[in-house]
């Protein structure tokens, strides 16, 4: 998997950028503020159709104009494709447009097109924060990856939203004769878009343990890494009759994927209450880098790693290793706010640029 050209237009501080990254490692390097995250977040999009960190798309619209355009030309295998996402402001509402080779494409159906594994310090909450970035990080690997994933995800998300408003008004007795029988099929669509994502994400669990566990203890002198997928009941159907009184009382749906976690433990214990600082990010990276492994397993291709600030607050040890691991294979875009971490052999290896004020140049 390869990204072979980049055009911005009006994207977060970049006016216009028109980048041609190498094959293999390309160092980005920019002081605070300058886009160097703003960059893996346009690259990231062509991945996985949305904004992994926008609240809301507006956001993403830079100051000249009330639309931006991301465009890029991306190699899988000898297959070349354009992949393009222009966002509309209008008004309260942002329109998002798909194109892939000229043809437009629902969001569900960009993933696939082109991979890529993302780190930047957001995804440090994988340890710190609650279970919902990490069931973020199982379906931002998931939809790449399985066929229908995205769509489930869709479902699940559907299903939520109209049996929790269902019952509600069952509870203020406002749901009518029909309520009942609605509120079956509700239950039926959950347990099977509910098994569905489990059972991909526990296969993926199984795929991303033993690769995340050799990548930390290789960065890390022998560290213990341990993850364990931490999903619905075993019977879905079962638990989702047995919670109803409760569900009722509370007007929203208390089993299914949406409660999952991922635990990680560091050594055995808790890496949220047990890790040090330098300790959680080695662990996220790791499963960062374990995401990629298996997106290369599971499609033959290595996804594009991108990996922002990913060097701050490890010692030299760690960076040294970490940059061996990275540095194996593949296309690989890297940030930092400064060249002095990078060993110079690896500097003489990779492209570097310089970001600044939303525009980036090549260096030397
Ligand atoms: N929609 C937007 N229009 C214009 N500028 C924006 C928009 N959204 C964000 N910015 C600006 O882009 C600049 C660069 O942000 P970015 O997060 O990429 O910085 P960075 O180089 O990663 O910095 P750091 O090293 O601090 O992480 C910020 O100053 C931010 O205010
Ligand atoms: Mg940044």
């Known amino acids: 998997m390869r990204l072979r050209r980049l055009q911005l237009k009006n994207h977060r501080n970049y006016a216009q950028l028109e980048l041609v990254p190498g094959p293999s490692l390309n160092v980005f390097i920019g002081a605070n503020g300058q886009g160097k995250t703003n960059l893996l977040e346009a690259v990231a999009m062509l991945a996985l159709s949305a904004s992994p960190r926008a609240r809301r798309e507006s956001e993403l ?25 222009t966002l509309a402001v209008e008004g309260e509402r942002t329109r998002r447009v798909i194109e892939v080779d000229g043809a437009r494409r629902r969001a569900v159906d960009l993933p696939g097109h082109f991979r890529v594994a993302l780190f930047w310090p957001d995804d440090l909450g994988l340890i710190k924060a609650g ?44 749901a009518g004769n029909g309520g009942q029988g609605v509120l079956d099929a509700w239950n039926k669509e959950l347990v099977q878009v509910g098994s569905e994502i489990a059972a991909a994400r526990a296969r993926a669990v199984l795929e991303l343990a033993p690769e995340a566990a050799r990548c930390h203890a290789e960065i890390a002198s022998g560290e213990r890494l341990e993850i364990r997928y931490e999903g619905p009941p075993e019977n879905l159907a079962e ?17 299914g994927p949406h409660r999952d ?13 047990y890790g040090s600082q330098g300790q959680q990010r080695t662990a996220v990276v790791s499963l960062k880098l374990a995401e990629a492994a298996v997106i290369q397993a599971r499609t033959g291709e290595r996804p594009v790693l991108l990996l922002d600030d990913v060097l701050s607050e490890l010692d030299g040890e760690r960076r040294a290793a970490l940059l061996a691991e990275v540095a194996a294979g593949g296309q690989v875009i890297i940030t930092a706010v400064e060249a002095g971490p990078f060993p110079p052999d690896l500097i ?10 939303g525009k980036i140049e090549a260096c030397g």
């Open 348 to 357: 003489a290896k990779a492209m570097v640029w310089t970001v600044a004020e």
């Open 61 to 85: 619209v830079g100051p000249i104009g009330p639309g931006s355009r991301i465009e890029a030309a991306v190699e899988t295998g000898a297959l070349r494709r354009e992949i393009a996402i």
């Open 261 to 273: 976690d991922l635990v990680v433990l560091l050594e055995g214990r808790e890496a949220r209450s």
């Open 131 to 174: 279970p919902e970035l990490r069931r973020r990080f199982l379906n931002q690997m998931l939809v790449q990856v399985e066929p229908g994933y995205a769509r489930a995800l869709a479902g699940l998300r559907r299903v939520l939203e109209q049996r929790n408003s269902l019952l509600k008004q069952i509870a203020a007795g406002q």
């Open 239 to 255: 638990a989702v009759n047995n919670s109803l009184a409760e569900d009722l009382r509370r007007g929203s749906t208390s089993v």
